[in-house]
């Protein structure tokens, strides 16, 4: 035996040069499959070469605006599983006449993602015939497409696979179908910017994986469904641009992972109502240029994650609260401009750690502007208060404030006159003409406090133009 052993082991190596190695077979498509993807994007690019160019497209010839995967046969094959088309390919663009190549997209039976971008320019319409309940798709964006026309295919709602669907500023018209309902693992709707009109319909209450809903820059009517409140993981709501009526829901406020309301734009009125202060997580809160006309909530200062605050154009009436802005530590933008506030300006609006936007602008608010110079000087132009002719600030403050904000310095007082002289040490209290100040105090419309003003004014006046000289001068 061991004889023999030595013998084949002999043989063995005197002949294993002559052996050659066995690569694995390459792994190919299936013949349909590789067809129907070059007629895809024979549809849609401007490049008629592509399928010389890429013979072997999910291996030795990438592209890559396509992605593939190893399907679970015994022989394994290569299965398109992603077609993306945008502006961050540009090689090759989209031919003039793009069209949605239908019969070619069902031969891809394994596409999970189909996102194409600003390629549909002449008009093409999306063919109910695309979407059946075969369908492995989980992503479908169709976005800037301003030749994308009609109506949304009530057979979208078959794709019971389906997570993201964006059909967002493209042209499409009319209502939103109820079969979108059957959409079960939808995550994302987006349907902003299109012409799509009639209320947000019921149906899309069986939602239920919701996370992102975008319909805005539409021309949807009725109320706001108080459905979305019963959709427990929406983080974004943005309504905007449309012509909603009626109050906002109380049952929004149940939203405990909300980040983002935006209902701007509307016909919304008021009153906001206080079942908001549940949106624990939320940081961008927008009502803007609604017929809100109410006072401004409370509660918000509640909402200590507020990052973005706009009520402006909301016809909002009564004085901006005095207290507890200081819990909104993380609040960067705060835009209250063009209601009926009126009263004066908290100081503790300067004590926002992060605020980098105010806008109080075209109001009716009034009094001296005691926001601390460092905060006024820390914002810059980015601080309005304009339009609000009540308003003054202390003669301490620089004028180069004086002038950016548009304000001017407050007027003393005759009491608070006699005060500073006190202060700055003059000993009685008895003007240069010897006449006791008391006597100036009973009559405010002597002669001496008129020219007074008029002496503080013309200083003021040329202070103003010899500053602005100066910054003519160095420009």
Same mark, same amino acid.
């Given at each position: 035996?061991? =004889?023999?052993?030595?013998?084949?082991?002999?043989?063995?190596?005197?002949?294993?040069?002559? /052996?050659?190695?066995?690569?694995? @077979? +390459?792994?190919?498509?299936?013949? %349909?499959?590789?067809?129907?993807?070059?007629?895809?994007?024979?549809?849609?690019?401007?490049?008629?070469?592509?399928?010389?160019?890429?013979?072997?497209?999910?291996?030795?010839?990438?592209?890559?605006?396509?992605?593939?995967?190893?399907?679970?046969?015994?022989?394994?094959?290569?299965?398109?599983?992603?077609?993306?088309?945008?502006?961050?390919?540009?090689?090759?663009?989209?031919?003039?006449?793009?069209?949605?190549?239908?019969?070619? +997209?069902?031969?891809?039976?394994?596409?999970?993602?189909?996102?194409?971008?600003?390629?549909?320019?002449?008009?093409?319409?999306?063919?109910?015939?695309? /979407?059946?309940?075969?369908? $492995?798709?989980?992503?479908?964006?169709?976005?800037?497409?301003?030749?994308?026309?009609?109506?949304?295919?009530?057979?979208?709602?078959?794709?019971?696979?389906?997570?993201?669907?964006?059909?967002?500023?493209?042209?499409?018209?009319?209502?939103?179908? *109820?079969?979108?309902?059957? +959409?079960?693992?939808?995550?994302?709707?987006?349907? $902003?910017?299109?012409?799509?009109?009639?209320?947000? @319909? %019921?149906?899309?209450?069986?939602?239920?994986?919701?996370?992102?809903?975008?319909?805005?820059?539409?021309?949807?009517?009725?109320?706001?469904?108080?459905?979305?409140?019963?959709?427990?993981?929406?983080?974004?709501?943005?309504? =905007?641009?449309?012509?909603?009526?009626?109050?906002? @829901?109380?049952?929004?406020?149940?939203?405990?992972?909300?980040?983002?309301?935006?209902?701007?734009?509307?016909?919304?009125? !008021?009153?906001?109502?206080?079942?908001?202060?549940?949106?624990?997580?939320?940081?961008?809160?927008?009502?803007?240029?609604?017929?809100?006309?109410?006072?401004?909530?409370?509660?918000?200062?509640?909402?200590? *994650?507020?990052?973005?605050?706009?009520?402006? !154009?909301?016809?909002? /009436?009564?004085?901006?609260?005095?207290?507890?802005?200081?819990?909104?530590?993380? #609040?960067?933008?705060?835009?209250?401009?063009?209601?009926?506030?009126?009263?004066?300006?908290? =100081?503790?609006?300067?004590?926002? @750690?992060?605020?980098?936007?105010?806008?109080?602008?075209?109001?009716?608010?009034?009094?001296?502007?005691?926001?601390?110079?460092? /905060?006024?000087?820390?914002?810059?132009?980015?601080?309005?208060?304009?339009?609000?002719? !009540?308003?003054?600030? *202390?003669?301490?403050? =620089?004028?180069?404030?004086?002038?950016?904000?548009?304000?001017?310095?407050?007027?003393?007082?005759?009491?608070?006159?006699?005060?500073?002289?006190?202060?700055?040490? $003059?000993?009685?209290?008895?003007? %240069?003409?010897?006449?006791?100040?008391?006597?100036?105090?009973?009559?405010?419309?002597?002669?001496?406090?008129?020219?007074?003003?008029?002496?503080?004014?013309?200083?003021? $006046?040329?202070?103003?133009? #010899?500053?602005?000289?100066?910054?003519?001068?160095?420009?």
């Amino acid at each position: 035996m061991a =004889s023999l052993f030595l013998l084949i082991l002999g043989l063995l190596l005197t002949t294993s040069d002559g /052996f050659e190695e066995v690569e694995p @077979p +390459l792994m190919e498509m299936e013949q %349909q499959e590789l067809s129907g993807l070059y007629e895809v994007l024979n549809s849609l690019l401007d490049d008629q070469d592509w399928a010389q160019m890429h013979p072997q497209p999910c291996s030795e010839t990438p592209w890559p605006g396509l992605q593939c995967e190893v399907g679970q046969e015994n022989l394994p094959l290569f299965h398109v599983t992603k077609i993306h088309i945008g502006l961050d390919i540009t090689n090759p663009p989209c031919k003039p006449f793009a069209k949605i190549p239908t019969k070619a +997209l069902l031969k891809l039976p394994y596409l999970k993602t189909l996102s194409i971008f600003n390629c549909f320019i002449s008009p093409v319409y999306l063919p109910s015939s695309l /979407f059946t309940s075969s369908s $492995s798709l989980e992503h479908l964006t169709l976005k800037s497409n301003p030749g994308l026309q009609g109506t949304i295919p009530p057979t979208l709602g078959q794709i019971t696979s389906l997570r993201v669907l964006s059909l967002s500023q493209n042209g499409l018209q009319g209502q939103i179908p *109820k079969e979108l309902n059957g +959409l079960v693992s939808l995550e994302q709707l987006d349907l $902003s910017y299109n012409n799509l009109t009639g209320q947000i @319909p %019921q149906h899309l209450q069986g939602l239920r994986n919701l996370l992102i809903l975008d319909l805005s820059y539409n021309f949807f009517k009725g109320k706001i469904p108080s459905f979305l409140g019963q959709i427990p993981f929406l983080q974004k709501i943005d309504l =905007s641009y449309n012509m909603l009526e009626g109050i906002i @829901p109380k049952s929004l406020g149940k939203l405990k992972r909300l980040v983002l309301l935006d209902l701007s734009h509307n016909l919304i009125n !008021g009153p906001i109502p206080e079942a908001l202060s549940g949106l624990e997580e939320l940081e961008c809160l927008m009502i803007e240029g609604n017929p809100i006309q109410t006072e401004l909530p409370i509660f918000i200062t509640a909402l200590n *994650k507020l990052t973005v605050i706009r009520f402006s !154009g909301c016809e909002l /009436f009564g004085p901006i609260p005095t207290k507890s802005w200081s819990n909104l530590k993380n #609040l960067k933008s705060l835009y209250l401009d063009g209601n009926n506030l009126n009263g004066t300006i908290p =100081s503790e609006l300067g004590t926002m @750690p992060n605020l980098c936007q105010m806008n109080l602008s075209q109001n009716r608010l009034s009094g001296e502007v005691i926001l601390k110079e460092e /905060f006024i000087n820390r914002i810059g132009n980015r601080l309005d208060v304009s339009g609000n002719d !009540g308003l003054c600030i *202390k003669k301490s403050v =620089s004028i180069s404030i004086s002038i950016s904000l548009e304000i001017p310095y407050c007027v003393e007082t005759n009491a608070e006159v006699l005060k500073n002289k006190g202060n700055n040490g $003059s000993g009685s209290l008895v003007d %240069q003409t010897g006449e006791d100040s008391s006597t100036l105090k009973k009559t405010p419309s002597s002669s001496s406090s008129r020219v007074y003003h008029l002496h503080q004014n013309l200083i003021i $006046s040329l202070t103003t133009f #010899l500053f602005i000289s100066v910054m003519f001068l160095v420009v």
